[in-house]
């Protein structure tokens, strides 16, 4: 070899070597030595096909044979069994030389780099696991709820009103079955939804935003009236939007019990729901005028999962954590404002 390549060859990082067309090895380099661990007389005194890993021999040796054929080899990964019988995954570049039946090859460790390939391969499988349970368990939980509201329907229904005169008692009547009769319906859409494999198949339609809002301010009616709920509407400037419709109602449901679970003490709620379209930009904004968020310490925590911002026992985390999900899973996008004790504004934009 020209004696001014040998500190090259000496001194590189990665593996190098030169192997004959009879399949032994002419020359190795001393990182090579260093990582499988053998003596330079032992790496060269046997085949080496004997240091490659049983499963990878006869893939290597196709390739062996191409290179003798005077093809070069580019992006080839293989396994060689060290001394200590650890397997090292190595990525290589070969180049035959047919006028001196050599092959220059250069190898590179990537054993890490595997490791964390497959490390990564177990942990999506294992999220993919998780995710069909949950799945699942929406999809039970769903469809089981489904008979004690129908039986709840079922007995409001067999009340005979007739013979009641108290106003109120009548009114209490109504809010229950309106209540269950939102719900059902909110069962009934996430059910469908629920039986999609993926976000692609999720069912898109003209949602309007009054309908939708009214159906979710029957279902929770009672919640709103006992806290003196206020609404500001004015879906003038855009009547439907292209969405979920499942979706949509679990949007406006979690932001408004939101602002009612957490408006400031002995003021009631206002919630202002406005829509329009701007240079093509379809946008809901939503404001209320409850407790609010420090945006500067949780700003940037606001729509993760497990989330909590105020003192609330019946606070779960989830609620901001869903709408987010829903509208940027649909190509939206949702932008928040917040002062403490002066209420929030959600900027819902849609695509």
Same mark, same amino acid.
């Given at each position: 070899?020209?004696?001014?390549?040998?500190?090259?060859?000496?001194?590189?990082?990665?593996?190098?070597?030169?192997?004959?067309?009879?399949?032994?090895?002419?020359?190795?380099?001393?990182a090579?030595?260093?990582?499988?661990?053998?003596?330079?007389?032992?790496? #060269?005194?046997?085949?080496?096909?004997?240091?490659?890993?049983?499963?990878?021999?006869?893939?290597?040796?196709? *390739?062996?044979?191409?290179?003798?054929?005077?093809?070069?080899?580019?992006?080839?990964?293989?396994?060689?069994?060290?001394?200590?019988?650890?397997?090292?995954?190595?990525?290589?570049?070969?180049?035959?030389?047919?006028?001196?039946?050599?092959?220059?090859?250069?190898?590179? %460790?990537?054993?890490?780099k595997?490791?964390?390939?497959?490390e990564?391969?177990?942990?999506?499988?294992?999220?993919?696991?998780?995710?069909?349970?949950?799945?699942?368990?929406?999809?039970?939980?769903?469809?089981?709820?489904?008979?004690?509201?129908?039986?709840?329907?079922?007995?409001?229904?067999?009340?005979?009103?007739?013979?009641?005169?108290?106003? !109120?008692?009548?009114?209490?009547?109504?809010?229950?079955?309106?209540?269950?009769?939102?719900?059902?319906?909110?069962?009934?859409?996430?059910? %469908?939804?629920?039986?999609?494999?993926?976000?692609?198949?999720?069912?898109?339609? !003209?949602? *309007?935003?009054?309908?939708?809002?009214?159906?979710?301010?029957?279902?929770?009616?009672?919640?709103?009236?006992?806290?003196?709920?206020?609404?500001?509407? %004015?879906?003038?400037?855009l #009547?439907?939007?292209?969405?979920? !419709?499942?979706?949509?109602?679990?949007?406006?449901?979690?932001?408004?019990?939101?602002?009612?679970?957490?408006?400031?003490? *002995?003021?009631?709620?206002?919630?202002?729901?406005?829509?329009?379209?701007?240079?093509?930009?379809?946008?809901?904004?939503?404001?209320?005028?409850?407790?609010?968020?420090?945006?500067?310490?949780?700003?940037?925590?606001?729509?993760?999962?497990?989330?909590?911002f *105020?003192?609330?026992?019946?606070?779960?985390?989830?609620?901001?954590?869903?709408?987010h999900?829903?509208?940027?899973?649909?190509?939206?996008?949702?932008?928040?404002?917040?002062?403490?004790?002066?209420?929030?504004?959600?900027t819902?934009?849609?695509?």
């Open positions: 070899m020209n004696l001014q390549l040998d500190p090259f060859f000496d001194l590189s990082k990665d593996c190098l070597c030169i192997a004959d067309y009879n399949g032994y090895f002419v020359k190795i380099n001393p090579f030595i260093s990582l499988l661990g053998y003596t330079e007389e032992e790496l #060269k005194s046997r085949l080496i096909s004997e240091f490659i890993y049983h499963e990878d021999r006869a893939l290597t040796a196709s *390739h062996r044979q191409r290179l003798k054929e005077n093809v070069p080899l580019v992006n080839f990964e293989n396994r060689y069994v060290c001394k200590s019988g650890n397997l090292v995954w190595l990525h290589w570049t070969s180049i035959p030389m047919e006028g001196e039946q050599l092959i220059y090859a250069i190898a590179r %460790d990537i054993t890490h595997k490791k964390l390939e497959a990564r391969i177990s942990k999506l499988s294992e999220l993919s696991k998780v995710n069909n349970k949950l799945k699942q368990l929406n999809y039970t939980t769903s469809h089981d709820l489904r008979s004690p509201l129908n039986n709840l329907l079922s007995l409001v229904n067999m009340i005979n009103v007739d013979k009641i005169d108290d106003t !109120e008692t009548l009114e209490l009547i109504q809010y229950i079955r309106l209540s269950a009769e939102g719900l059902k319906s909110s069962m009934d859409s996430f059910l %469908d939804t629920f039986k999609n494999d993926d976000i692609s198949a999720v069912k898109l339609r !003209e949602v *309007h935003f009054k309908t939708v809002f009214e159906k979710v301010r029957n279902s929770i009616s009672s919640l709103i009236r006992n806290a003196g709920t206020e609404f500001q509407l %004015d879906f003038s400037g #009547k439907n939007v292209q969405f979920n !419709e499942a979706y949509m109602e679990s949007v406006l449901l979690n932001l408004i019990t939101n602002s009612i679970k957490y408006r400031r003490p *002995h003021v009631a709620p206002a919630i202002s729901i406005t829509t329009e379209q701007i240079n093509g930009v379809k946008t809901l904004t939503y404001s209320d005028n409850g407790l609010g968020f420090d945006m500067d310490k949780v700003g940037h925590l606001i729509f993760n999962l497990d989330q909590r *105020h003192s609330k026992e019946d606070s779960k985390g989830v609620g901001l954590y869903l709408i999900n829903y509208v940027t899973s649909l190509g939206g996008t949702i932008l928040v404002d917040s002062k403490v004790d002066q209420g929030t504004t959600f819902i934009l849609f695509k």
